[in-house]
């Protein structure tokens, strides 16, 4: 038993080491801060359309059946490739798409969705990175899943991809919209 | 010569102040308030590049953020109130230091915990040591030795001297 004892440091070594490896071997990008804003009401200041003829974002809007909040901006390399795929989705009907373009000149943001398409039901124009702010933005893009009582359900930060959109944001969606969303 | 301008050069260092990203557009007329804007964000991480504060970085996040905390400070609002306004929206990876709650204990109570337990494991060590270490008293027979020796160098000294 005393013999043991000199084990001790070694087990403690052994369940730090342990500690610090899991994160590490996880594969998680350790860059990516966890969310404070899962389960809090999605930010209701009204932002203002950035297509003429198109709405933008307030609280009505937010409040009505399940969507996706995309934040993305035409200097931002990653929205770019995530692009054709939420164009597929919103395509699809499967999805309720809103975007919020952020920090971005409106002449640019048009030019961007001139050149790509636009897939986005409502577009608010963020130019002072403000809404950004309140949403808990760090870096675009990223896409907020916000129900129908307007509550943020799920954060995903960087661009979006099919394993994402399949694994984890459809099923989502899908449980949000089945549970009444209401 | 040269010890001379070592020490310029050592002095030249000791004075140069850190880096700072805060532009004069973005300070406040108040020297009050832009001193507390400024103390209040070196607690304050940039969440783009992470291990900055935002009074360090260049980040357009970070600009946004010292900008959005001296409009607080002018509507009046206290340091707390700033640094649970960012917490809601960041969560307390915003802060850099972390708050002490049930989370959070083992950051800051750990190191004292295992410091703690090193310095028990030292002292139940050092008690638990073998007590051949301690000299034991000379038996009767040693001492009747140790007398006849000396007795005998006493005696070979005293022949010497006188």
Redesign the interface.
């Known amino acids: 038993m005393g013999r043991l004892l000199y084990l001790l440091p070694l087990v403690i070594f052994g369940a730090i080491a342990a500690y610090f490896a899991a994160p590490i071997l996880s594969g998680k990008d350790p860059k990516t801060l966890p969310s404070a804003m899962i389960d809090k009401p999605a930010p209701t200041q009204t932002l203002p359309p950035l297509v003429d003829g198109k709405p933008g974002i307030d609280a009505a809007a937010l409040a009505g059946p399940v969507k996706l909040v995309n934040f993305f901006a035409s200097w931002c390399v990653p929205c770019r490739a995530e692009h054709p795929l939420l164009t597929r989705y919103a395509a699809s009907g499967k999805i309720r798409l809103y975007g919020i373009n952020y920090k971005n000149k409106k002449e640019e943001a048009l030019a961007w969705l001139a050149e790509l398409g636009d897939p986005y039901e409502r577009i608010g124009f963020d130019l002072s990175g403000r809404a950004g702010i309140e949403w808990g933005v760090y870096g675009v893009p990223e896409t907020y899943v916000v129900d129908a009582k307007g509550i943020i359900r799920y954060r995903h930060v960087g661009p979006l991809t099919q394993l994402v959109m399949a694994e984890t944001i459809m099923p989502l969606v899908e449980k949000l919209e089945a549970g009444g969303g209401s | 010569m040269i010890v001379r301008a070592i020490g310029t050069l050592i002095l030249g260092l000791m004075l140069a102040g850190p880096a700072v990203a805060v532009e004069p557009g973005e300070q406040l007329a108040d020297p009050a308030l832009e001193a507390r804007a400024r103390e209040l964000s070196k607690d304050i991480r940039c ?2 590049c ?1 291990n900055q504060s935002i009074d360090d970085s260049n980040a ?2 970070a600009r ?2 010292r900008l ?1 905390l001296r409009e607080r400070i002018t509507a009046g609002d206290s340091d707390d109130d700033i640094r649970e306004f960012l ?5 307390d ?1 915003v802060l850099l230091n972390p708050p002490v709650k049930a989370e959070t204990y083992v950051l800051w109570y750990g190191p004292v915990a ?1 410091g703690a337990f090193g310095l028990l494991a030292v002292i139940v060590f050092l008690r638990r040591r073998p007590a051949a270490q301690t000299a034991k008293p000379l038996s009767e027979e040693e001492l009747a030795r140790v007398d006849r020796l000396v007795a005998e160098i006493d005696t070979g000294t005293n022949e010497k001297t006188s």
């Open positions: 969440l783009v992470q357009g996040l946004d953020l959005i917490v809601q929206r960041y969560g990876f295992i």
